[in-house]
């Protein structure tokens, strides 16, 4: 989590476009995140995202490009 964000907005929102990649950024990401911080609401995140990783990404890069951050992050 700590690298996606330190990267800047144009390369995180690149990483959430390329198809196989967002969905490995966001497993990484998602799962990292619930790995330190816990949480049945992040768990479940997590498991939506390990489903349905690639139409998620893309919302991602979206809301990356709004807000700076992941969706539900």
Same mark, same amino acid.
């Given at each position: 989590?700590?690298?996606? #964000?330190?990267?800047?907005?144009?390369?995180?929102?690149?990483? =959430?476009? $390329?198809?196989? !990649?967002?969905?490995?950024?966001? *497993? @990484?990401?998602?799962? #990292?995140?619930?790995?330190?911080?816990?949480?049945?609401?992040? =768990?479940? $995140?997590?498991? !939506?995202?390990?489903?349905?990783? *690639? @139409?998620?990404?893309?919302?991602?890069?979206?809301?990356?490009?709004?807000?700076?951050? =992941?969706?539900?992050?």
């Amino acid at each position: 989590m700590k690298w996606f #964000s330190k990267q800047s907005k144009l390369v995180q929102v690149l990483l =959430l476009l $390329i198809p196989f !990649v967002n969905w490995i950024t966001e *497993l @990484v990401v998602r799962w #990292s995140t619930w790995n330190q911080k816990g949480g049945l609401i992040r =768990l479940v $995140i997590c498991l !939506v995202v390990t489903l349905g990783g *690639l @139409v998620i990404g893309w919302l991602d890069a979206i809301w990356v490009l709004l807000t700076g951050h =992941l969706f539900l992050q």
